[in-house]
């Protein structure tokens, strides 16, 4: 070995050995400590001997006992003894309460930051920060006590078992209306792992998984009156051929605005939730009757609505580059879809139609799921601005079939960049909702054109 290796040798040794006193230093760990497992470790501290107990009487003495690395959170004799005992006589509460204070991985204080969800081996999520633990805040009282297997922290409280939103729903007295429609929308579906059949439902698949402990939801149930209420309400605005498929409709569209994503408490509700269909919530607290936390966020029972009518139905707009169809099918070298840019340097997107030689020529457009209702119809169309467009020309808009002639004609201007209101119209109908934008009775190039940037319709009910 040279000098020069046999000095670099020398000195990865000592940044070796320093590091390993500075781990240790940090972690407080000394070979005593880690010579217990973290059943041990409990078992000969005498504050922790209620729970200890309850480790055993559950089995997860043995589970703690084992190789894999955990953290235990451990409530106090003093915390233990405020529990009710009818709960404690319960052998499978008692196995779900142990499990909720144990997760799998070791978890120091210094890690949230500031707060992390933890999810134990009951399956639940907790919060954990540095000071505390559960939804209820339990006090850690002595922190980061290291064991062959993990960590133990001392907390003074209980973390009893919640149920989740869904499980909440389905035991609580409130909202019995919205319950049952909750409930009528499971089905019998087939399992993609396993293959077996397995009880799903649509609400939990299509709206949120508030049944999921993962994540976390503000949730709102309504009393039944006032349920009943917001469903007459809504049944003018979902008017097909049969009454029950109107109902089912109103319904859907009432609940599926009724929940917001993230826990929001009462003394942090803002005054308004954006729900996660993304429709507002307007939050009164006022309006709360009362309120659960739950596993995976809150409930809140209301005695009034939580969204009034004007704000269940937003803005419909019909982009002009997404047609469902022509009135031919031979024009496709006289249809261009492009890219532009506004004045202001906005670029947009649009459909022009130009030189096509057929008079009556027509876009179609069909959106789905339009409520029944009163709207007011604007459209943006551009023209000019680098286009074969030099003169102003005329088209119009309209609804069902297209030779319906509820809006004439209106002038499309040179490089008008503004929104042009066009009028009223009313759906009577629920559903999928046929438009129309209708060329001049002209077969002349320039004449005939059509342009669309988008067309909106503002509900006015």
């Given at each position: 070995m040279n000098r020069y290796s046999y000095t670099y040798f020398i000195l990865v040794l000592f940044l070796l050995s320093a590091c390993k006193k500075e781990w240790n230093s940090h972690n407080g760990i000394t070979d005593e400590g880690v010579k217990e497992n973290l059943f041990e470790k409990i078992g000969r501290d005498s504050s922790l001997s209620l729970f200890r107990d309850l480790l055993v009487r559950s089995g997860y003495d043995t589970i703690i006992n084992t190789s894999p690395s955990y953290t235990v959170w451990a409530p106090s004799n003093e915390a233990l003894r405020k529990i009710d005992p009818a709960l404690l006589a319960n052998d499978s509460i008692v196995k779900q309460l142990v499990a909720g204070h144990i997760s799998l991985l070791a978890y120091q204080t210094t890690e949230p930051a500031p707060s992390l969800r933890i999810q134990t081996l009951a399956g639940k999520y907790h919060s954990f920060t540095a000071t505390s633990f559960g939804e209820d805040h339990a006090v850690i009282t002595a922190a980061n006590e290291y064991a062959r297997n993990g960590i133990l922290h001392h907390i003074n409280g209980v973390v009893v078992p919640r149920r989740n939103i869904w499980e909440y729903l389905q035991y609580s007295s409130a909202g019995q209306r919205q319950k049952v429609f909750l409930q009528s929308l499971s089905y019998n579906g087939t399992d993609s792992l396993s293959g077996k059949t397995v009880i799903k439902n649509r609400f939990l698949e299509q709206v949120a998984g508030i049944h999921n402990e993962a994540k976390q939801y503000t949730y709102f149930v309504l009393q039944d009156a006032v349920y009943e209420e917001a469903i007459t309400a809504l049944k003018p605005h979902f008017i097909t051929s049969t009454v029950d498929s109107t109902d089912s409709l109103s319904n859907w569209w009432l609940v599926k605005d009724l929940v917001a994503e993230g826990l929001y408490e009462?003394?942090?509700?803002?005054?308004?939730?954006?729900?996660?269909?993304?429709?507002?919530?307007?939050?009164?607290?006022?309006?709360?009757?009362?309120?659960?936390?739950?596993?995976?966020g809150i409930v809140y029972v209301l005695r009034r609505p939580a969204t009034p009518l004007s704000l269940k139905f937003p803005t419909l707009i019909i982009e002009g580059e997404n047609p469902a169809g022509f009135s031919r099918t031979d024009k496709t070298a006289n249809i261009f879809y492009r890219v532009k840019a506004d004045p202001s340097g906005k670029v947009f997107r649009d459909i022009q139609v130009y030189g096509h030689a057929t008079p009556l020529f027509y876009i179609r457009y069909q959106p789905a799921q339009v409520p029944a209702g009163t709207y007011k119809v604007y459209w943006r169309a551009v023209a000019g601005n680098s286009d074969a467009q030099t003169v102003s020309f005329e088209q119009r808009v309209a609804f069902s079939q297209a030779d319906a002639t509820g809006f004439s004609y209106k002038a499309v201007t040179l490089n008008?960049?503004?929104?042009?209101?066009?009028?009223?119209?009313?759906?009577?109908?629920?559903g999928s909702l046929p438009v129309y934008l209708v060329a001049a009775n002209s077969a002349t190039a320039g004449v005939n054109t059509l342009s669309l940037d988008y067309l909106k319709l503002v509900p006015s009910f």
């Amino acid at each position: 070995m040279n000098r020069y290796s046999y000095t670099y040798f020398i000195l990865v040794l000592f940044l070796l050995s320093a590091c390993k006193k500075e781990w240790n230093s940090h972690n407080g760990i000394t070979d005593e400590g880690v010579k217990e497992n973290l059943f041990e470790k409990i078992g000969r501290d005498s504050s922790l001997s209620l729970f200890r107990d309850l480790l055993v009487r559950s089995g997860y003495d043995t589970i703690i006992n084992t190789s894999p690395s955990y953290t235990v959170w451990a409530p106090s004799n003093e915390a233990l003894r405020k529990i009710d005992p009818a709960l404690l006589a319960n052998d499978s509460i008692v196995k779900q309460l142990v499990a909720g204070h144990i997760s799998l991985l070791a978890y120091q204080t210094t890690e949230p930051a500031p707060s992390l969800r933890i999810q134990t081996l009951a399956g639940k999520y907790h919060s954990f920060t540095a000071t505390s633990f559960g939804e209820d805040h339990a006090v850690i009282t002595a922190a980061n006590e290291y064991a062959r297997n993990g960590i133990l922290h001392h907390i003074n409280g209980v973390v009893v078992p919640r149920r989740n939103i869904w499980e909440y729903l389905q035991y609580s007295s409130a909202g019995q209306r919205q319950k049952v429609f909750l409930q009528s929308l499971s089905y019998n579906g087939t399992d993609s792992l396993s293959g077996k059949t397995v009880i799903k439902n649509r609400f939990l698949e299509q709206v949120a998984g508030i049944h999921n402990e993962a994540k976390q939801y503000t949730y709102f149930v309504l009393q039944d009156a006032v349920y009943e209420e917001a469903i007459t309400a809504l049944k003018p605005h979902f008017i097909t051929s049969t009454v029950d498929s109107t109902d089912s409709l109103s319904n859907w569209w009432l609940v599926k605005d009724l929940v917001a994503e993230g826990l929001y408490e009462e003394d942090n509700l803002p005054d308004t939730l954006l729900s996660v269909s993304q429709v507002k919530i307007p939050v009164d607290k006022n309006n709360i009757v009362s309120s659960y936390k739950a596993s995976n966020g809150i409930v809140y029972v209301l005695r009034r609505p939580a969204t009034p009518l004007s704000l269940k139905f937003p803005t419909l707009i019909i982009e002009g580059e997404n047609p469902a169809g022509f009135s031919r099918t031979d024009k496709t070298a006289n249809i261009f879809y492009r890219v532009k840019a506004d004045p202001s340097g906005k670029v947009f997107r649009d459909i022009q139609v130009y030189g096509h030689a057929t008079p009556l020529f027509y876009i179609r457009y069909q959106p789905a799921q339009v409520p029944a209702g009163t709207y007011k119809v604007y459209w943006r169309a551009v023209a000019g601005n680098s286009d074969a467009q030099t003169v102003s020309f005329e088209q119009r808009v309209a609804f069902s079939q297209a030779d319906a002639t509820g809006f004439s004609y209106k002038a499309v201007t040179l490089n008008n960049y503004e929104e042009v209101y066009l009028g009223e119209y009313t759906v009577t109908r629920f559903g999928s909702l046929p438009v129309y934008l209708v060329a001049a009775n002209s077969a002349t190039a320039g004449v005939n054109t059509l342009s669309l940037d988008y067309l909106k319709l503002v509900p006015s009910f």
